[in-house]
């Protein structure tokens, strides 16, 4: 069986390397090419060299503003997503009445799409605003702390879920053991529980990682960017300069490109600083 699984390996994964090709490897290929060009469509790219990666810098400050706004954004919602997350799974693994009811209340959120999303806080911030005179576009602060709640009650769900499998998974022999040798909460926390969900905290925190990189829907429909650029993040900068600006399609292209090797760097650094900790714990 096992020579059988061997000899028709390829035959069965070239499907899926088709799909990939496809779907995936050409357009980015497709995707660098371009970023080199100065083009409207497919069939009249010019090369020009590194002219795109110049503008991208060089034309206005929005992309700059974006990257150190959506690197502020990242940081905080990473933080406070897993830590809410960690505590609410902890809580809800307690054995406390109605756990199931609560795990899908928090889990919900996250079925809802990103758009949606952002109409329905944009509605709930301008409604409390409303009372200040103002609205969530009167200041970027109201716009970026308003992205973070919404990630917050977004992802802080889908995060709980995964903490609360690795928390089940852990030994009830183990946390025995330590209750009979005397060890506290905290201890217990920082010393077993902590150490032993390493794998887990290192899937979400990727995840909010990522996610907090390459947002792009709830800034849309949230704030939209505004007031004048404040709170656009890299996704949404890209997208306006590739379809709001007539002649930037090469600048666009060459923002993606910077913001790939962005996302992929900091994902594969965060991945081999967890996964180093996993291995110690």
């Known amino acids: 069986m096992e020579k059988a699984i061997k000899k028709y390996f390829a035959l069965f994964a070239l499907p899926g390397l088709i799909c990939f090709c496809l779907a995936f490897l050409i357009p980015m290929i497709w995707g660098i090419v371009l970023s080199f060009c100065s083009f409207t469509n497919l069939t009249n790219a010019k090369f020009v060299g ?6 991208a810098f060089t034309v206005d400050n929005y992309f700059t503003h974006a990257f150190f706004f959506t690197l502020l954004f990242t940081i905080v919602s990473v933080i406070t997503i897993n830590i809410f997350s960690f505590f609410l799974a ?5 054995g406390i009445p109605g756990t199931n009811a609560f795990r899908t209340i928090f889990f919900m959120p996250n079925l809802i799409g990103g758009i949606v ?8 911030i301008n409604g409390v605003l409303a009372k200040y005179g103002t609205t969530i576009l009167g200041n970027s602060k ?10 917050n009650w977004q992802n802080v769900g889908y995060m709980m879920v995964i903490y609360i499998a690795a928390i089940q998974n852990i030994s009830n022999d183990i946390l025995e053991a330590a209750s009979i040798d ?3 909460g905290p201890t217990t926390l920082f010393k077993i529980i902590i150490p032993s969900m390493m794998s887990s905290f290192t899937i979400c925190l990727f995840m909010t990682l990522t996610n907090g990189f390459k947002l792009f829907d709830q800034n849309l429909a949230l704030t939209a960017g505004n007031p004048g650029h404040e709170t656009e993040m890299l996704a949404l900068n890209i997208f306006n300069t590739f379809y709001s600006r007539s002649g930037f399609e090469g600048v666009g292209q060459a923002k993606a490109v910077l913001f790939t090797i962005l996302v992929a760097v900091i994902a594969i650094t965060q991945l081999m600083i967890t996964r180093r900790k996993e291995v110690e714990a």
Do not use: D, P, R
Not at 90 to 94: A, D, G, I, R
Not at 117 to 124: A, P, S
Not at 142 to 151: H, K, P, T
């Open 50 to 55: 590194l002219i795109n990666y110049v503008k």
């Open 90 to 94: 902890l809580l809800l693994t307690k």
């Open 117 to 124: 999303l952002g109409w329905i806080w944009q509605v709930i």
């Open 142 to 151: 109201y716009g970026f702390w308003g992205l973070i709640v919404l990630m």
């Open 182 to 184: 005397g060890a506290n």
